[in-house]
């Protein structure tokens, strides 16, 4: 990872000018709203898997078991931080229970840590490097913390269908990656089935950015912000600039392997994921307070997104 401010910023701008496009399509309607989740099912069940077998599949890093173990736990330790951290200091913000602490604590501990990081890891690392591969089976841990200590947040208790929901089919394709990868199968895949997933892959991540920046086009509305100011201050402060100095911390002073900490150092630069809207609505919580979260984060992350990967860049070890 190296570059200037402004080199890094050039690497993040098409990201976001697709979150732009998306948004743009689904204000004017070109792409409505009946449209997005029969396309976004078809990434996450098709498009995305493939992704996936592509890059873990070929992937040298992932025979290490041990690194695979560490990946995850990772990935669940750096989610919990970030309920932790924010359900603490919810209150500096006037952000108390019966105010929408549970929401917010949910939807700011989660960083967007699929379809935003994916391209800014391809764009540094290319697709063979490995870090790709890492940051699927990182993704592992987030999810898990996600459905278990996310949904405990939001309930007060485990919920049994947030497990369930932890097998999806981005978990079965990493699982038949691992397997292809360990037993050498990748290897002798056909040229022709590999080329057909790498095409299918190719489409994941441009149309889930794309719809991504549709569901915020969807949420943003006249009386999204007109109030709620404390939400936005605190979602940003706590995500945006001191999550990020832990994640980093951790990345520079853990003895993590190098694609892991790279790992690190992307997810530290992330807003507010997405989908955490949709799950605070489901269990009943403060959905307007997880909407000023995501929006207000994602807005502010096109300048701090790039700023942090530049600060990354000059932690020893990220860049060997």
């Known amino acids: 990872m190296s570059g200037s401010f402004f080199g890094i910023l050039g690497v993040t701008l098409p990201v976001f000018f697709l979150?732009?496009?998306?948004?743009f399509l689904r204000r004017s309607k070109l792409l409505p709203q009946e449209a997005e989740s029969p396309l976004m099912r078809v990434i996450v069940t098709v498009f995305y898997p493939a992704l996936i077998l592509t890059s873990v599949g070929p992937a040298p890093e992932v025979t290490n078991v041990g690194l695979v173990v560490v990946s995850i736990v990772t990935g669940f330790l750096t989610i919990v931080l970030g309920f932790a951290v924010t359900w603490w200091l919810a209150p500096l913000f006037r952000i108390q229970k019966g105010k929408g602490r549970r929401a917010f604590a949910f939807s700011n501990g989660i960083y967007n840590y699929a379809f935003l990081p994916v391209p800014l890891v391809l764009a540094f690392y290319g697709q063979h490097d490995g870090t790709l591969a890492i940051l699927f089976v990182h993704?592992?841990?987030?999810?898990?913390?996600?459905?278990?200590?996310?949904?405990?947040?939001?309930?007060?208790?485990?919920?049994?269908e947030g497990f369930r929901k932890i097998v999806n089919p981005p978990l079965v394709a990493l699982v038949v990656a691992l397997v292809l990868?360990?037993?050498g199968t990748y290897q002798a895949m056909p040229q022709v089935l590999e080329?057909?997933?790498?095409y299918i892959a190719s489409i994941s991540v441009p149309l889930g950015i794309i719809l991504a920046g549709c569901a915020i086009g969807g949420l943003l509305n006249s009386s999204?912000?007109?109030?709620?100011?404390?939400?936005?201050?605190?979602?940003?402060v706590i995500r945006l600039a001191l999550l990020p100095v832990l994640f980093l911390v951790a990345a520079w002073f853990l003895p993590l392997p190098v694609e892991l900490k790279r790992v690190v150092a992307i997810q530290a630069a992330m807003p507010a994921g997405l989908f955490p809207v949709v799950v605070t609505g489901f269990y009943g919580g403060r959905q307007d307070v997880a909407v000023r979260v995501v929006v207000s984060t994602m807005l502010l992350s096109v300048v701090t997104t790039p700023l942090w990967i530049q600060v990354a860049v000059n932690l020893p070890g990220l860049a060997e």
């Open 19 to 23: 979150v732009g496009l998306g948004m």
């Open 139 to 160: 993704n592992v841990g987030v999810d898990l913390a996600f459905w278990t200590v996310g949904v405990l947040i939001l309930q007060g208790v485990f919920n049994r």
């Open 224 to 236: 999204a912000f007109r109030s709620g100011w404390e939400v936005v201050a605190g979602a940003c």
């Open 181 to 183: 990868n360990y037993t």
């Open 195 to 198: 080329r057909f997933l790498e």
